[in-house]
């Protein structure tokens, strides 16, 4: 099964700083790569499909990128509604369907 | 406005089963796979199977093959993810989730999700 690591698991950062998260797939995964924010007591919600894909109604301060292996997601400049955790989840092929990553927590310094 | 609306908290004793409902509204249901999608207390997101809601056909995590069964009723547009044998790892909540593309394409691509509904397994 394709395991799915991410760093850091937590971070801190100050309002209007730049933030990045890595993803990393145990083997290629091509771009089959999606993001998503969750917030307590909510509904996850996804940001970016197709590794860099933004999905509708999405704020353009949110990223990806990366294929492969390798990815990234990016918040240019982290807001106080930021504030969540975040996971990667890829797509394999069935049987073994989606697997999620372990997730970033992203907290206001 | 596009929703689903899932069925309300359930409290289960070990080795009982559980039905969870998720009705779609506001689009057409039988165009979009439907995934669900579970988050036990303090851990991660773990996908649990995807139904094609008008043909039926369903793809399970192996982690689950024989103790999930999803289902579909296309008159009333509501998916159906029923877990059996259930055991106290089971306490989550549990969403469902619309895929993000048109059938017969499979994005695994979750865009609209079900508010969640709580299972506790206690004895």
């Known amino acids: 099964d394709i395991q799915m690591t991410q760093s850091p698991s937590s971070l801190s950062a100050s309002v209007g700083d730049r933030v990045t998260i890595t993803c990393q797939a145990s083997q290629d995964i091509s771009n089959y790569l999606n993001w998503y924010q969750l917030k307590p007591g909510k509904a996850p919600k996804l940001l970016i499909y197709g590794a860099s894909n933004l999905e509708a109604g999405v704020p353009s301060r949110f990223s990806g990128g990366g294929s492969g292996t390798d990815f990234s997601f990016t918040i240019s400049s982290l807001q106080p509604e930021d504030i969540a955790t975040y996971y990667c989840q890829q797509y394999d092929t069935l049987p073994r369907g989606a697997t999620f990553g372990p997730g970033t927590k992203v907290d206001i310094k | 406005q596009v929703q689903l609306v899932q069925s309300g908290a359930e409290v289960k004793k070990p080795g009982a089963s559980v039905k969870v409902s998720c009705k779609a509204s506001?689009?057409?249901?039988?165009?979009?796979?439907m995934h669900w999608v579970r988050q036990a207390p303090g851990q991660g997101l773990e996908w649990m199977g995807i139904?094609?809601?008008?043909?039926?056909?369903?793809s399970y995590a192996q982690k689950l093959q024989g103790r999930v069964t999803m289902t579909t009723d296309t008159s009333t547009s509501t998916v159906y993810m029923e877990l059996s044998s259930l055991r106290s790892e089971d306490t989550a909540v549990y969403y469902c989730?619309?895929?993000?593309?048109?059938?017969?394409?499979?994005?695994?691509?979750?865009?609209?999700w079900g508010q969640g509904t709580m299972v506790t397994v206690s004895s």
């Open positions: 989730a619309r895929d993000l593309f048109l059938i017969p394409a499979a994005s695994y691509a979750f865009d609209i």
């Open positions: 506001g689009y057409t249901f039988t165009n979009y796979y």
């Open positions: 139904i094609n809601p008008s043909a039926g056909s369903t």
